[in-house]
């Protein structure tokens, strides 16, 4: 490993850890010794880091630090490349748009070598059946749930029947063929799923609902019985 790669791979460490971390656990991840774990760290403080911590206490790195250029392997590379042609095929108009200018945006930073493996992934995504409705809706409803706000729909579900509800989004799902909304809903008083088809309308109320979307999320993830990804 190039002491470059050591450098970038010690940040990605430090990135992943939310409290101060020791440097055992670092160096062990990292498969080289203390001594120069300890002389890593120095030299990204000299560059601008801010890796705050002793020995014997542990290290956190504070906000704000890239390392230019931007440096990705090559199995990184790939899975870029991979997931943002899914979403430019599978997603809706904009996330389409949002996937194509992020991967123009990474290859305009990326060294020369390593743009020419983003050039060249030859990873595909195949044609797959057409995804349900929903493009209409879907900003709409990525809007409320970036802004923790209620949404007042109407629903037909798979017999045909009419509801009006109010619904806290706080996730949506990407599936081949169908996209669905994880709310909770006012009405049913517990956690449901809505799949954007069947949404004949939708609207973005200026109300927050009361508790936070991660909360929601990691409430969801446990009546569901799945794992924190």
């Keep these: 490993m190039s002491r470059a790669q050591r450098l970038l791979d010690l940040i990605q460490q430090l990135r992943s850890y939310r409290r101060p ?3 055992a656990v670092l160096a ?11 002389r890593d760290i ?3 403080n000299a560059q601008g880091a801010h890796i705050a911590g002793e020995p014997g206490v542990g290290y956190v790195l504070r906000p704000g630090f890239m390392l230019p250029p931007l440096m990705f392997s090559e199995e990184e590379i790939e899975a870029i490349v991979l997931g943002s042609r899914w979403v430019a095929d599978r997603a809706d108009a904009e996330l389409s748009a949002a996937a194509r200018t992020a991967l123009a945006k990474i290859a305009a930073v990326l060294p020369p070598d390593l743009k020419a493996s983003l050039d060249t992934s030859s990873l595909l995504i195949g044609p797959g ?10 900003p709409v409803i990525r809007s409320a749930i970036r802004s923790e ?5 109407r629903y037909l579900d798979g017999s045909g029947r009419d509801s009006r509800r109010t619904v806290w989004p706080f996730a949506l799902g990407f599936f081949d063929r169908v996209r669905v909304v994880v ?3 006012e009405l ?26 991660q909360v929601l999320l990691k409430e969801w993830r446990a009546s569901e019985g ?3 990804q």
Excluded at 149 to 153: M, Q, T, W
């Design 21 to 23: 971390v020791s440097g």
């Design 183 to 185: 709310a909770w809903c």
């Design 28 to 38: 062990e991840a990292l498969g080289i010794s203390l001594r120069t774990l300890y």
């Design 226 to 228: 799945i794992r924190e």
């Design 149 to 153: 706000r209620k949404l007042r729909i």
């Design 129 to 138: 059946n057409a995804v349900a409705a929903g493009d209409t809706e879907l």
């Design 188 to 213: 049913r008083e517990g956690f449901r799923h809505f799949r954007t088809d069947r949404i004949a309308r939708v609207q973005v109320t200026d109300k927050r609902y009361p508790r936070r979307r």
């Design 42 to 44: 120095d030299t990204l």
